[in-house]
């Protein structure tokens, strides 16, 4: 199933103009997310300060983190730029290219899981543990916050691509999901969502490793 011939670009409904792409941007689902993120900044910067805060009274040294964690990192972006080409396949009415860049967003995202398990135990064989300091429970804390909030999107990226493989299956199908105004939304919110958790994990391992060097 490959690129769809639908209508032309002037007629078709799913193409935003701008007073409608407003229109989403305020949309209640629209603030609601912009508002769990701004709390998400908040709560992350008030736990990278308390890190900080806590080594330095206690004046430990800086921990060593195991280099999983930039490997983590591509692994993340990796997975935000597939999910980005998602978007470009939407727009471009691309059914085959839509649906695989949705399994490699969602078989990046698992790989990154089982990667930050594994960096978990790198830490524990360097006899770092959540009960080691204060301060290394804060490490322990905030990146299994950010585990958590990467399992709670997993749900739904499957709702997208399960619902792509169903209803995308002949033209007018096809039309109708590209054309329907809550898809739009939803991949937008998703995409949003995924870029914040990618741009907040760069954010974490830049301040961890930083911290390293600094102090």
């Given at each position: 199933?490959?690129?769809?011939?639908?209508?032309?670009?002037?007629?078709?409904?799913?193409?935003?103009?701008?007073?409608?792409?407003?229109?989403?941007?305020?949309?209640?689902?629209?603030?609601?997310m912009?508002?769990?993120?701004?709390?998400l900044?908040?709560?992350?910067?008030?736990?990278?300060?308390?890190?900080?805060?806590?080594?330095?009274?206690?004046?430990?040294?800086p921990?060593?983190?195991?280099?999983?964690?930039?490997?983590?990192?591509?692994?993340?972006?990796?997975g935000?730029?597939?999910l980005?080409?998602?978007?470009?396949?939407?727009?471009?009415?691309?059914?085959?290219?839509?649906?695989?860049?949705?399994?490699?967003?969602?078989a990046l995202?698992?790989?990154?899981?089982?990667?930050?398990?594994l960096?978990?135990?790198?830490?524990f064989?360097?006899?770092?543990f959540?009960?080691?300091?204060?301060?290394?429970?804060?490490?322990?804390?905030?990146?299994?916050?950010?585990?958590?909030?990467?399992?709670?999107?997993?749900?739904?990226?499957?709702?997208?691509?399960?619902?792509?493989?169903?209803?995308m299956?002949?033209?007018?199908?096809?039309?109708?999901?590209?054309?329907?105004?809550?898809?739009?939304?939803?991949?937008?919110?998703l995409?949003?969502?995924?870029?914040?958790?990618?741009?907040?994990?760069?954010?974490?391992?830049?301040?961890?490793?930083?911290?390293?060097?600094?102090?």
């Amino acid at each position: 199933m490959g690129t769809r011939n639908l209508p032309e670009e002037s007629d078709r409904p799913y193409e935003l103009g701008e007073a409608a792409s407003e229109n989403l941007s305020f949309h209640p689902r629209s603030v609601f997310m912009t508002l769990l993120l701004i709390s998400l900044v908040m709560l992350f910067l008030a736990l990278s300060a308390a890190f900080v805060y806590n080594r330095i009274q206690s004046e430990l040294p800086p921990l060593q983190l195991p280099l999983l964690f930039l490997v983590n990192t591509a692994i993340l972006l990796a997975g935000s730029y597939c999910l980005n080409r998602a978007k470009v396949m939407y727009k471009t009415d691309n059914t085959s290219g839509y649906i695989r860049m949705l399994e490699y967003t969602l078989a990046l995202t698992v790989l990154f899981l089982v990667a930050q398990i594994l960096a978990w135990y790198q830490l524990f064989e360097r006899e770092i543990f959540a009960s080691s300091d204060n301060s290394a429970g804060y490490l322990y804390v905030i990146s299994f916050l950010h585990f958590l909030h990467v399992i709670g999107g997993i749900p739904f990226l499957v709702v997208f691509l399960i619902n792509a493989r169903k209803k995308m299956v002949e033209p007018v199908s096809v039309l109708v999901y590209f054309s329907d105004p809550d898809k739009r939304l939803d991949l937008k919110l998703l995409s949003m969502y995924w870029h914040f958790l990618d741009g907040l994990w760069i954010y974490l391992v830049l301040f961890f490793f930083a911290y390293q060097v600094i102090f």
